[in-house]
Nanobody
């Protein structure tokens, strides 16, 4: 079964950290780009960070630069999003999405296969 499964979300205090995982099954990520996107209540889904699996090139939204790190483990067919110094405005449902080719864009409309999402809540 072809699927992307996110995990690692939760409730954390401001300044805390979480690591999200996006595990692919039923296909190999080698020729894909994977993106992390988030959607807060009442807002549109936005690109957070994207990675081209073959060469590891990355993109980060300005709002997360210096705090979030995207990485991949080819052996595990998994992409991670390490989130440090979390802020209340990072609260959202985080989805991973895939597209064939490069992560030349990190916009949700360019990605065509999605996981179910994982909730990240940042609150004191």
């Amino acid at each position: 079964q072809v699927q992307l499964v996110e995990s690692g979300g939760g409730l954390v205090q401001p300044g805390g950290s979480l690591r999200l995982s996006c595990a692919a099954s039923g296909f190999t990520l080698d020729y894909y780009a994977i993106g992390w996107f988030r959607q807060a209540p009442g807002k549109e889904r936005e690109g957070v960070s994207c990675i081209t699996i073959r060469d590891g090139s990355t993109y980060y939204a300005d709002s997360v630069k210096g705090r979030f790190t995207i990485s991949r483990d080819n052996a595990k067919n998994t992409v991670y999003l390490q989130m440090n110094n979390l802020k209340p405005e990072d609260t959202a449902v985080y989805h991973c999405g895939s597209k064939v080719g490069r992560a030349n864009v990190c916009h949700p409309q360019a990605y065509d296969f999605w996981g179910q999402g994982t909730q990240v809540s940042v609150s004191s």
